[in-house]
């Protein structure tokens, strides 16, 4: 391979593993104890379903990132297709959670 082709590969190699690492995910911490007193109050379903996008979105993305990219169901929905295919993985009964989760916190203001 000629070097200008190999520096090319490796910028691109580079800025993949930039793009799919996700630096800012180390900043996920589930809810604590601690919360402000102002939290609004959660059922122990949404709680649930707050866990639940944690353990399978939050492994690869921290939640500034879905705040970052707030969308509706169709989006969100195209969103968990994609992810899919790219290996993330979750029940069929989790889906409708996770998808009515991330719509009610992570859509559009």
Request: proline residues 9%.
């Amino acid at each position: 391979m000629k070097p200008p082709l190999l520096l090319l590969a490796a910028a691109v190699a580079l800025a993949l593993v930039v793009f799919f690492s996700d630096p800012g995910r180390a900043n996920i911490a589930p809810p604590t104890a601690s919360a402000s007193a102002a939290a609004p109050v959660t059922s122990p379903q949404q709680a649930a379903a707050g866990q639940l996008v944690l353990e399978r979105c939050g492994t690869c993305h921290s939640l500034d990132r879905l705040a970052q990219h707030r969308q509706g169901r169709a989006g969100w929905e195209n969103t968990m297709r994609t992810m899919a295919q790219l290996g993330a993985s979750w029940a069929p009964n989790e889906q409708p959670v996770i998808l009515n989760y991330l719509v009610q916190h992570f859509g559009p203001r």
